[in-house]
């Protein structure tokens, strides 16, 4: 029987890196991004275990309230009903105690043995308050621990009163101590089958007697819904415990900047700066300087001479070929085309908007979007989605479950899958665009926003449902601390690598295959109709676009190799087709995942077809048009 | 032990009215038993001073005391003028309650209603306020949507339409429960606000479903007043914004 051991609480207070410390576990991609993870689950370190048991530790998703209708609140709410928890610590940071202190009771009610840890290091700087109000309820809490107190960190968990129900959250409202009565042991089910939060079947226990329940928690505040009683008694229960004065002025503590980056006027200059310093940071310094040395310097000055010299010894010719045929080979096209153009720039790109991320910027960048989004039949919180998009269209399908109607879940779907480029794609379409002259970059880019305005107006009108309330949450803005801003990045760009350099290489070879056998010169010479004359393409498009189906970014580095062959007219069209095209294999398995075989079938039709009529109208334009000639 | 302080105000207060005010006629017009040690403590907080039998206020006790009656009195008019209460008990019950903890905002705006009456009916004096002698003729409203304040302004959440109770529910999960005293921040593109140390912003739809009752403070009066006068001279847009802004003295 191991002790189990839950970390809960609101998102950034800290829980996570508290997971980290305790298990030595790394963090998996979801829990970096934010998006909903299923909890990290680890054996606590033995080197911390004072005592003979497992000690398991599980980190849980960060929610407001137990009662959350959110992604978050439902994987809590099934952790707890499948987990046998031993203890809940609930973390807290000095900003946003009222709430922690409300998820507290709430678990409280449900007769949970809790603690708190607050994270000295986290939002906030006044502790006194957490202090007093720990003090008040008899809470037990404790510091977020240093490496060499782990131990007796745990010891105190372990050894804390198993029941630190504090007298108040029971004598206001006695009718909410009867969950516990009811059936004990069974709080959590009890209360989630009064709230409606579980499917009436999984409440197994005689209906009747959950009606009266009900109605008496429905009857014991003035909201007639058990639900909003219960949280409306957790933050009364945090005001007195907190001791804070209802009519207390409220400190503006806010900061212009704030305020600034959502006004129009200030915020989308702002916002365009930001792009532009993007594009300056991964685009001309990433794609332009850092890439190219790579490859000149590093690539084919030592290590393409290198391989070669080895590969030479190997008797067998189909095999040399297969390892370094310059078009096709594992070794040119796999690996340095993943480690030498792809890597460096994702590093690049993924520090920029884990910068942007850490900062708090995007919540006001969905303030400022907000009203221009809602004609493509999203709002603000649309915009996280569209902006994960640029980072990696897999990823930013996973986020799209934070939106709350199935209207807009579709929209960013099918927006994702059309028109973002991911920022592999979008490296490598700076490293092929930074060559030509730099209007060529506005061009592609306005085109692109163009054509997703375009696609999510008529989505928007298609598909039918109604736009939900938008309420998000400002975080006070800061400046991310570089050195775990850095590690993040590196772990981020290392679970890509890991992810897609097999990837590459398979790819690489499925190519090579299907260019000793024919089938490569087959299709180009069965596409010829719609990428020569349709498109008006070199028919080496061909095997750039195969390419980009397994992984965009494969595709464009494979663009970016056999660039000599096209013009920049055939260039802009080619970076413009790859972006409107389905993105990866990875995001179509992601997105029937996520939307469903039907839905998904749909989108990817309709992208499909988008896709090629827009590489027919970019080439009937360009003829008409002399640019870029 | 305050209301205790203002129950005795209260029987100061209507002793003199009679004329006198010796301690025997303040204990009679007492609502509780009045303990003489209790008329030494306020003279110590300088509430009161002592002329040889009689008591009288000092400036601080009068108008604490002003305040008071206002309230009372004020409330019987209300209820026996609007409500049609015609049991004079039942009045004074009422308003001995109501006296203790009507929100000043609440007074000016009844007082307004009532058309600044001078008299109760049982013709007592009712002290007269600020908002009589400026004579305000609009009672502002007391509870608004929160899309009708001003950026700066500060109010308490009275009641959330609730729309749809997932809403509701979402608002609640953050701590914006009725009661608590928020600020908005920012009115554009989306309504700002912050209470406790959290900063939300809200769609326009939502932000009609919020309603909250103002909350009116120095700062806050003198904050709408900067405001207005900035706002002079400035053509079409300005009184476009004036227009917005009404609802103040």
Sequence with gaps: ?629 | MLENIEEVLEAIWIAKESGSSTIEDIMEKCSYKLQPETLDEMIEDTLIVKHGDNYDFTHRGKNMAEIIIRRHRLTDVLLQLVLGMTDSGKREAVACEAEHILPHEMVDSICTLLGHPLYTGDSLPIPRGRCCIANRTEASQVIVSLGELCEGDEAKIVYIKPKNHSVLKKLFSFGLIPGIKIRVIQKSPAVTIQFDKTELALDEQMVENIHVSRVVNQENIENIKRKKENQKGKGLFGAWRRRRHKGYD
Aim: hydrophobic share 45%; proline share 5%; aromatic share 12%.
């Design chain 1, 1 to 629: 029987m191991s002790y189990n051991i839950l970390i809960a609480g609101t998102s950034g207070t800290g829980k996570t890196e508290l997971f980290r410390l305790l298990t030595g576990k790394k963090p998996d991609e979801e829990q970096l991004s934010g998006a909903v993870h299923d909890g990290g689950h680890a054996t606590l370190l033995n080197e911390f275990n004072p005592v003979e048991n497992l000690i398991e530790i599980i980190d849980t998703p960060g929610v407001n309230s137990l009662l959350d209708e959110n992604p978050d609140g439902y994987k809590l709410r099934d952790i707890l009903l499948n987990t046998d928890v031993s203890h809940i610590i609930v973390m807290a940071d000095g900003r946003y105690f009222r709430r922690t202190l409300a998820l507290l009771i709430q678990f409280l009610i449900l007769q949970k043995p809790v603690s708190l840890v607050f994270n000295e290091y986290g939002n906030g700087d006044d502790f006194t308050e957490i202090e007093n109000g720990c003090l008040e309820g008899g809470i037990p809490y404790q510091k977020f621990p240093e490496i060499d107190s782990v131990k007796t960190f745990i010891n105190n968990i372990i050894g804390s009163d198993n029941h630190a129900i504090s007298d108040i959250i029971f004598e206001n409202n006695k009718e909410i101590g009867w969950i516990h009565e009811f059936s004990p042991e069974n709080e959590c089910r009890t209360l989630f089958c009064i709230t409606d939060l579980l499917p009436p079947e999984k409440c197994s226990v005689i209906p009747s007697e959950y009606a009266e329940l009900r109605t008496k928690i429905e009857d014991s505040g003035y909201f007639q819904r058990a639900d909003l009683n219960i949280v409306d008694h957790s933050f009364t229960c945090s005001d007195t415990l907190r001791k804070t004065d209802k009519d207390e002025t409220i400190v503006p503590d806010v900061s212009k900047l704030g305020l600034w980056l959502q006004r129009p006027l200030t915020g989308i200059p702002v916002a365009i700066g930001i792009f532009f310093l993007m594009y300056l940071f991964v685009g001309h310094f990433g794609a332009g300087i850092v890439v190219d040395f790579i490859d000149k310097k590093v690539f084919s000055a030592y290590l393409i001479p290198f391989f070669n010299s080895i590969v030479s010894y190997i008797p067998w010719n189909i095999v040399q070929r297969l390892l370094m045929d310059p078009d096709f080979g594992l070794v040119p096209t796999g690996i340095f085309l993943a480690v030498g153009i792809v890597m460096p720039v994702l590093f690049l790109f993924y520090l920029f908007i884990g910068f942007l991320e850490e900062s708090g910027y995007f919540p006001r960048l969905s303030v400022l979007f907000d009203r221009l989004m809602r004609p493509i039949g999203l709002n603000g919180k649309g915009i996280f989605p569209i902006i994960m998009g640029f980072s990696c269209i897999t990823m930013a399908l996973a986020t799209t479950r934070m939106l709350e109607s199935k209207k807009e879940r579709i929209i960013a779907s099918f927006l994702l899958m059309l028109a973002i480029p991911c920022a592999p794609l979008m490296g490598a379409m700076f490293l092929i665009l930074g060559n030509l002259h730099f209007t060529a970059f506005i061009f592609v880019i306005s085109v692109i926003f163009l054509q997703m305005t375009f696609a999510g107006y008529i989505a928007n009108k298609v598909i039918k449902g109604k736009l939900p309330e938008f309420i998000i949450e400002l975080r006070p803005l800061k400046l991310p601390g570089f050195m775990l801003l850095l590690k993040r990045t590196t772990l981020r760009t290392w679970y890509f690598m890991k992810e897609a350099l097999p990837v590459f290489i398979i790819a690489s070879a499925v190519l090579f295959l299907l260019a000793e056998i024919g089938v490569l010169l087959w299709l180009q010479n069965a596409s010829q109709g719609v990428v020569t004359d349709f498109w008006g393409l070199p028919p080496e498009t061909v095997q750039v676009l195969l390419k980009t189906i397994i992984r965009r970014e494969n595709g464009i580095a494979e663009l970016a190799r056999i660039k000599q062959l096209f013009t920049p007219v055939q260039l802009i069209t080619t970076v413009l087709i790859m972006s409107f095209l389905v993105p990866c294999v990875n995001s179509i398995i992601m997105l029937i995942k996520e939307r469903g075989i039907k839905t998904s079938m749909i989108i990817i039709t309709v992208v499909l077809t988008y896709s090629t009529l827009l590489g027919g109208i970019l080439n009937w334009f360009f003829r008409l048009v002399p640019l870029y000639r």
